[in-house]
């Protein structure tokens, strides 16, 4: 049961997400002076070819590169505010 609840949510929030996803890919295109057509061509190339896995793939693997950039420069931001700049800001 708890898990169609979450299903449920997942899909509630999959329109939002993804639409501030395009937005922010287009301030970012807008700011950084790259064409939009630049910033998704790869996406829209994949999908038209019938490539979906990997434009799927894409979008997943950009996802956890992006996490694990903010994630972890927030880790080596914290350690060195603490002054000791530790490989790992984890307490095991």
């Not at 287009?26 to 057509?37: I, K, M, P, Q, R």
């Not at 896995?53 to 505010?81: E, M, P, Q, T």
């Amino acid at each position: 049961m708890v898990a169609f609840l979450w299903v449920a949510v997942a899909l509630i929030i999959l329109p939002m997400a993804t639409r501030m996803v395009i937005d922010n890919a287009t301030a970012f295109a807008d700011y950084s002076g790259v064409g939009e057509l630049v910033m998704g061509a790869p996406l829209i190339a994949n999908a038209l070819k019938g490539q979906d896995d990997i434009a799927i793939g894409n979008l997943i693997g950009a996802s956890i590169y992006n996490i694990a950039i903010v994630l972890g420069s927030a880790g080596a931001d914290k350690s060195r505010r603490r002054g000791r700049a530790r490989l790992c800001a984890i307490n095991w």
